[in-house]
């Protein structure tokens, strides 16, 4: 549902300037995407020429993503929302979360309590870019452009990485199977990813930008399970001081001891002791 969807709804979808929803809207009606897009907007009756609907429960047939672009604190009803229609794959682009702090912290919390309500839904964000696919034409995120089809899959948890990697990749025409934003890994972590990547055909390696790992175990596992017939990269910020600080306040993500990230990498056959100028060259050298 989430990176094969038919049908996807943009919750806080519009074409003013300078909102979310905009970008979002245009990636997903200019990049090809086949599927049925539903902008969910209660004050305008189109948004790019496609009929609004004031909430998902209105929007017709079944929708197998939402992307929610529309303020933190209105998040937890939305995800009850998306849950009562159906849908169980959710993007939450919106900041505003445990990046914050407490109340943010207490917001996200809401997040998942609604989402447990639900059998099988699952959540990539808060406080992200978005997912993009190329070979399908899915492009549900607000970055300024879509690359080309490939077979590497990109993870970050810095959607600011992202949009610097999507700018290169562009110019130099390297092409990606996916590119994802994960931000706080509320719910979707990299272990799932490694999991879900590593059994995609469409897929041949695997690059991660780490701030912190919540599920050291899965990780562990999941990495160890693939990296023998997929190349797996990780570059680790946070590595010092000011780094990490900075680390901290982005995703609420404490970055962790550099040695004992290398150390699991070692063991788990993920090649670390990455420089952050070298992703770009592995990047092109994987692709």
């Known amino acids: ?45 189109t948004v790019n020429d496609l009929p609004a609907y004031p909430c998902v429960s209105e929007a ?31 993007i939450i682009l919106s900041a505003g979360f445990g990046e914050v702090g407490g109340d943010g912290q207490a917001l996200q919390k809401q997040v998942t309590d609604a989402a447990r309500a639900f059998d099988g839904l699952r959540i990539v964000g808060p406080n992200c870019l978005g997912a ?15 690359p080309e089809t490939g ?52 897929t041949r390696s695997i690059m991660l930008y780490i701030e912190s790992i919540t599920d050291a175990r899965q990780f562990m596992s999941a990495a160890r399970a693939f990296s023998r017939t997929k190349p797996i990269i990780a570059y680790k910020a946070g590595r010092f001081p000011r780094s990490a600080k900075a ?21 788990a ?3 670390g002791g990455v420089e952050v100028g070298d992703v770009f060259e592995r990047a092109h050298l994987l692709a």
């Open 60 to 90: 017709p047939g079944e929708i197998d993503l939402a992307v929610i672009c529309t303020p933190a604190p209105t998040v937890p009803g939305l995800i009850n929302e998306c849950g009562e229609k159906g849908i169980r794959a959710v």
């Open 132 to 146: 993009i696919v190329p070979a399908i034409g899915l492009n549900a995120s607000f970055a300024a452009g879509t």
């Open 269 to 271: 056959g993920v090649e």
């Open 247 to 267: 680390a901290m306040s982005h995703t609420g993500a404490l970055a962790g001891e550099d040695d004992v990230y290398e150390a699991a990498f070692q063991r």
């Open 1 to 45: 549902r989430l990176f094969d969807p038919k049908a996807v709804a943009v919750i806080g979808a519009t074409d003013r300037p300078g909102s979310v929803g905009r970008p979002v809207m245009h990636n997903l009606t200019e990049a090809g995407f086949a599927g049925k897009v539903y902008p969910i907007n209660p004050t305008r009756k």
């Open 151 to 202: 077979h590497l899959a990109f993870v970050s948890q810095s959607g600011a990485l992202c949009t610097s990697v999507l700018d290169w990749a562009m110019q130099q025409h390297i092409g990606f199977s996916h590119f994802i934003s994960i931000g706080n890994m509320l719910d979707v972590t990299f272990a799932d990813l490694i999991d879900y990547f590593g059994q995609s055909p469409q």
